[in-house]
């Protein structure tokens, strides 16, 4: 399954293709909600290659007012807290707060393993902890560094917005999520979402090694340019 679907078709495709993924070979993508680094090619991709989508109502229905719906596209509706199958997995979509109109993150499970997937959300609930508590691999959002937002370029608005608690986490906020959570299982994490202007690698991977107490370089990072490869789960 692919989670999300920001990226254009063709830039899609190569990034599956490097990862030996043909797009036919996917039974569903998950939206998390209707922002277009999330969900702007979405309908398009799907309906390229006859994949289902899986999202809450009210993505659908903002992704429609945004005029990125297609009709002919077979959408599976979701809801926070209510599990569902995709090909033999389990998904379990939680709410999270963000500025979207009804946005969910995900954990996936085969019966024995867990990977969580958190981005995009403002800070952290005590229900995110739980539903990634006990997980076996971990993709976060570092999306920023406060100090570099602040002394960025980006209009005030905009720096309100991404540090505001329904913007997006910075790497403090991260590592006081991932500090939190049962880690007693964990194999991997990945810190995702990374600021281009308000973040730097090192920094990420630094707070998040500090919650874990391992060697920075033990923390994964999903770049921009091309995302990270396959893990094992033991």
Request: glycine content about 10%; overall charge negative; charged content about 20%.
């Amino acid at each position: 399954m692919l989670i999300d679907c920001g990226l254009a078709p063709e830039e899609l495709e190569r990034r599956l293709g490097n990862l030996g993924v043909a797009p036919s070979s996917l039974a569903a993508i998950l939206v998390t909600h209707e922002h277009d680094d999330h969900a702007g090619h979405a309908y398009a991709f799907a309906a390229a290659h006859g994949i289902a989508l899986c999202m809450t109502h009210g993505t659908r229905a903002a992704l429609e007012e945004a005029g990125k719906a297609n009709r002919g596209v077979r959408v599976t509706f979701i809801r926070g807290g209510l599990e569902f199958p995709v090909d033999g997995l389990s998904v379990r979509p939680f709410t999270v707060p963000h500025d979207a109109r009804e946005p969910v993150q995900f954990v996936v499970s085969d019966g024995a393993r867990r990977l969580g997937v958190l981005t995009d959300l403002g800070a952290s609930t005590a229900h995110v902890e739980a539903m990634l508590s006990g997980i076996d691999a971990l993709v976060l959002e570092c999306n920023h560094d406060l100090d570099l937002l602040w002394a960025g370029d980006y209009p005030k608005w905009l720096k309100k917005r991404i540090a505001s608690p329904f913007g997006h986490l910075d790497n403090g906020a991260s590592q006081r999520l991932l500090a939190a959570l049962d880690r007693s299982r964990l194999q991997h994490v990945i810190a995702a979402h990374l600021s281009q202007q308000n973040n730097r690698p090192p920094l990420a991977r630094a707070a998040l090694a500090r919650a874990l107490g391992c060697a920075d370089e033990w923390v994964g990072i999903a770049t921009q340019e091309e995302g990270f490869g396959w893990r094992d789960l033991r």
